[in-house]
């Protein structure tokens, strides 16, 4: 086995040109290389880490505005919902009022009528007892002969009248 | 191969370290030749480097080489973090080293680049110099952060909650053995599964060719299900390369949580 029947021969060599080569190693690649390696894959993932919280925040932020447009919008609908109902009560209180002066204006017409009916009537039952007075006269006058007076005829008229 | 060996094939030959250009450097009484061994550890560096250079475009939408360096990076970095909690940032430049090398290393291991002509893979984790340097370094910063950072305190690790009086000198000896065979077993545990799999291997390829120079009647009845199961085996052996690297650095970062948590 070479590994041992040579190491006498070949320690010196193996050690030395593994320290050269190791200590290149080391201090070429694992103190200088393998450091940037490593902060560039940290850069990224703190970069990942950054965007994933920005994006988080533009979230929250955005839900924010969200709610206050939904408030704003709810404000505005309330607002909306009182100014038309006062509109639609102001409504029914004018056209309220305006029925009732109608109202009132067609009772005092049919008033005025009522009382312009009972005056002709009035007016209509007296003719017709100056004319019952008038015939009275004449068939008493023809029955009887007699002549009466015009006064006394209205009175009977007025006095067969009351009897019905 | 076989040609150097006669119709005897080694398979240990492929662990052979031969330095190359053919001449021994001797700094100070020692041999520090560049081996194939040293090629390799240099080729397993500069895939890695290449590899980690596609991952440094920094794109904010990473593309496909880059996710997968961040693959890795952010396997090692949640390995440690799940084992040693928020302090275990601290060891992932080391961790990440020790992960990526090793399985760079076991996989280059496993390439086919003996096609090319003079070329020969070279598995260096197969070595237990190798191994045990790295399983070394891992015990070594074990040992620092764990004195660093509770001083003395750090041998009430020694001591599990709950033990009773009587009982502490036993279990202090028997958890100071346990944790002083940690480093052996962390070298010896990747040497030995790189070298068995590469073995195996190796053993069933001489069939392989064994079985052809005999005729077409031992072709088939051996080279080719010996064939098969390499085919298999080698499926097998690139799991075994990334889990023999993930247990690496999966029992560091666990013998680290050790010396920062003390359990």
Redesign the interface.
């Known amino acids: 086995m070479p590994q041992i029947s040579q190491i006498a021969a070949t320690y010196a060599s193996q050690i030395f040109w593994l320290l050269v080569t190791f200590g290149i190693l080391y201090f070429g690649i694992g103190k200088m290389m393998v450091p940037r390696v490593i902060a560039t894959v940290d850069a990224r993932e703190g970069q990942i880490a950054g965007d994933l919280a920005a994006a988080e925040q533009a979230r929250l932020a955005a839900d924010q505005v969200e709610a206050a447009w939904r408030a704003r919008m709810d404000e505005a609908r309330a607002a909306a919902l009182a100014e038309t109902s006062a509109a639609k009560a102001q409504g029914a209180k004018a056209a309220e009022s305006q029925v009732k002066s109608a109202d009132a204006e067609l009772a005092e017409r049919l008033a005025h009528h009522d009382l312009a009916v009972g005056n002709a009537k009035a007016q209509a039952m007296l003719n017709l007892q100056a004319v019952a007075a008038d015939v009275a006269q004449d068939l008493v006058a023809k029955v009887s002969g007699l002549t009466v007076g015009i006064d006394a005829a209205a009175d009977a008229v007025r006095r067969s009248n009351a009897h019905g | 191969m076989a040609a150097e060996s006669g119709s005897k094939i080694d398979p ?2 492929q ?3 031969e ?1 190359l250009f053919g001449r021994h450097w001797v700094v100070a009484g ?6 194939n ?2 090629l390799w ?2 080729i ?2 500069a895939s ?2 290449l590899f ?2 596609g ?2 475009k ?3 939408v ?1 593309g496909r080489w880059q996710a997968a ?2 693959g890795f ?2 396997f090692v ?1 949640n390995m440690l973090t799940s084992n040693i909690g928020p302090a275990g940032k601290r060891f ?3 961790v ?2 020790l992960f ?2 090793i399985l760079f290393a076991n996989i280059w291991g496993l390439t086919p680049v003996g096609v090319v002509p003079g070329w020969h893979p070279f598995t ?1 984790t ?5 191994t045990g ?2 399983a070394v ?1 891992s015990f070594a910063i074990v040992l620092i952060v764990g004195f660093g950072k509770h001083g003395f305190h750090f041998f009430a690790l020694f001591v599990p909650h709950g033990t009773p009086k009587l009982m502490i000198p036993l279990i202090f000896v028997v958890e100071l053995m346990s944790f002083l065979v940690r480093p052996f077993s962390l070298g010896l545990r990747l ?1 030995v599964a790189m ?1 068995a799999g590469h073995i195996l291997l190796k053993v069933l390829a001489a069939f392989v060719i064994s079985g052809l120079n005999l005729g077409i009647g031992y072709g088939l009845l051996v080279s080719l299900p010996s064939f098969v199961l390499m085919i298999g085996i080698t499926l097998l052996e690139l799991l075994v390369a990334a889990i023999q690297a993930y247990v690496f650095a999966l029992l560091t970062s666990v013998y680290l949580n050790d010396a920062v948590n003390l359990h």
Request: hydrophobic fraction near 55%.
């Open positions: 240990m030959h662990f052979l370290i330095p020692y041999d520090i030749s560049f081996t061994s040293a550890m240099v397993t560096l890695l480097w980690m250079l991952g440094m920094r794109d904010l990473p360096v961040e990076t952010g970095s992932v430049p080391y990440f080293s990526m090398f260096i197969s070595h237990l110099t190798v340097v790295l370094i040497f070298t």
